[in-house]
């Protein structure tokens, strides 16, 4: 399975960005995806999940209201779209698949395939 993440940029804060995730290798429908985020000094941390079909989502606490996951599986693509986006957003964000579970794990060693990152940069 590969991913590509594609989207991020710098944005103010306010502002929104949709974050893109193209799969290839397998079918897509076969794996719950998730979205990660890394800054700089700390540890990766869950943003969003969905199933495998897409009827479960999950969201971090810092993400609910605010990001929307979603996917489509006849384009192999997983979407995260974020809005109201604050200067804490900023980070590297990952998608990553996950083979074993139908339903999103929050967990990122639960995981078995990652993207290569995008940096989101919001100003203040």
């Known amino acids: 399975v590969q991913l590509q993440a594609s989207g991020g940029g710098l944005v103010q804060a306010g502002g929104s960005l949709r974050l893109s995730c193209a799969a290839s290798?397998?079918?897509?429908?076969?794996?719950?995806m998730g979205w990660f985020r890394q800054a700089p000094g700390k540890e990766r941390e869950f943003v969003a999940g969905?199933?495998?079909?897409?009827?479960?989502?999950d969201y971090a606490d810092s993400a609910k209201g605010r990001f929307t996951i979603s996917r489509d599986n006849a384009k192999n693509m997983v979407y995260l779209q974020m809005s109201s986006l604050k200067p804490e957003d900023t980070a590297v964000y990952y998608c990553?698949?996950?083979?074993?579970?139908?339903?999103?794990?929050?967990?990122?060693?639960?995981?078995?395939?990652w993207g290569q990152g995008t940096q989101v940069t919001v100003s203040s």
């Open positions: 290798g397998r079918t897509f429908s076969m794996y719950a």
């Open positions: 990553a698949a996950d083979l074993t579970r139908t339903l999103p794990s929050s967990i990122d060693y639960q995981y078995d395939y």
């Open positions: 969905i199933s495998r079909r897409g009827t479960s989502t």
